[in-house]
């Protein structure tokens, strides 16, 4: 991987098309583009025992996301709403925005 990062990109919504979690839909909240992974909202649930701290009190079992490998993960585009592979476009102000390989429309929303 270059410095180009990751095609994957906070706020998308992927899908998972490998492993455990197989067939599960989600929000990106967060990259870590150094690892290639990426933590998507509801998915990849890990139990995790916490500890009673000041803040939080009772402690216990609480549930977070884990990180999962971006190449379990498959882009859902917004426009035909099916996963897809991602191209590239550069536009005439030189500006490189991320295309859906389906149906041709441009997913970044920015
Ligand atoms: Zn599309």
Do not use: W, Y
């Not at 870590?32 to 995790?48: C, I, S």
């Amino acid at each position: 991987m270059t410095g180009a990062g990751l095609a994957i990109r906070k706020n998308d919504t992927v899908v998972v098309i490998a492993g455990r979690e197989k067939g599960k839909r989600g929000k990106v909240l967060f990259v870590l583009p150094a690892k290639e992974r990426v933590l998507v909202e509801r998915v990849n649930m890990v139990k995790r025992h916490q500890r009673p701290t000041q803040k939080l009190r009772q402690g216990g079992i609480i549930e977070r996301e884990a990180p999962l490998h971006v190449s379990n993960l498959m882009l859902v585009c917004g426009k035909c709403d099916k996963p897809t592979r991602i191209g590239k476009q550069v536009l005439a102000n030189g500006r490189r925005m991320r295309v859906c390989k389906r149906c041709g429309e441009i997913v970044d929303k920015s």
